[in-house]
């Protein structure tokens, strides 16, 4: 399979906890976008990275979100001291530098308790 | 906050029968793009029409766009049931603003048997 992949797909976690989530992207793809989904709404823009460069971030992703692509390829999200209001589907997509269509992988849904 | 609204937010339709879904958006695009949900998946992408283009089709979709009223419609024709899901127009904001994907609320499309 040479889609988008993100791991965990599922994370049930307590609040106050932290947590890290992965995304592999197309392997020639050097863009990579993280967004956020709640129930019933569509995808909210989080960050994006050209290679290893993190160019935009969002004003959702608070200070408690950190994202990285350190080589350029596979990225992580990891959220400190998470709340409740954490509580989400986070996409991963990526796409050519050239092209505006993005390929999302499958999501981690994220659980606060 | 979210670019576009999807109208009707919910619609059911019986199989073989055409489907319709409206868009609006806020600002200035250079394109704008449909993609499909599947129930707890990740979106996949159905069609990229541009600014500059007021219909294009791709298989039993067909796209409209209209800029100067900042509304785009997606016509899914002999529907099936496998067409069941949720639909999210996107836009890519004119003006070198970020490069994120700004989605609408989507429409939930149910196709009976």
């Known amino acids: 399979d040479t889609g988008v992949s993100q791991d965990p797909r599922h994370k049930i976690t307590k609040r106050g906890q932290n947590v890290t989530f992965r995304c592999d992207p197309i392997s020639e793809h050097n863009r990579l976008y993280w967004y956020r989904q709640t129930l019933g709404q569509g995808p909210e823009f989080l960050t994006y990275?050209?290679?290893?460069?993190?160019?935009?971030k969002s004003r959702l992703l608070s200070d408690r979100f950190s994202a990285e692509r350190p080589k350029g390829s596979f990225s992580t999200l990891e959220i400190q001291r998470t709340e409740q209001g954490d509580s989400a589907m986070y996409l991963c997509a990526s796409s050519l530098t050239s092209q505006k269509t993005q390929y999302f992988g499958p999501g981690t849904r994220l659980l606060v308790l | 906050s979210q670019q576009g609204e999807e109208d009707p937010q919910a619609l059911s339709i019986q199989e073989g029968e055409n489907a319709t879904m409206n868009c609006s958006y806020k600002?200035?695009?250079?394109?704008l793009q449909w993609y499909r949900q599947n129930s707890g998946r990740g979106l996949v992408h159905l069609i990229l029409?541009?600014?500059?283009?007021r219909e294009k089709h791709s298989g039993r979709l067909r796209v409209t766009l209209d800029t100067s009223k900042k509304s785009s419609s997606l016509l899914i024709t002999a529907s099936r049931a496998a067409d069941t899901a949720s639909y999210f127009c996107?836009?890519?904001?004119?003006?070198?603003?970020?490069?994120?994907?700004?989605f609408g609320k989507g429409t939930h499309l149910i196709i009976q048997p």
């Open positions: 996107a836009t890519d904001a004119a003006g070198g603003g970020a490069d994120g994907l700004t």
């Open positions: 990275f050209q290679n290893e460069a993190q160019l935009e």
């Open positions: 600002t200035s695009i250079n394109n």
């Open positions: 029409i541009r600014s500059n283009e």
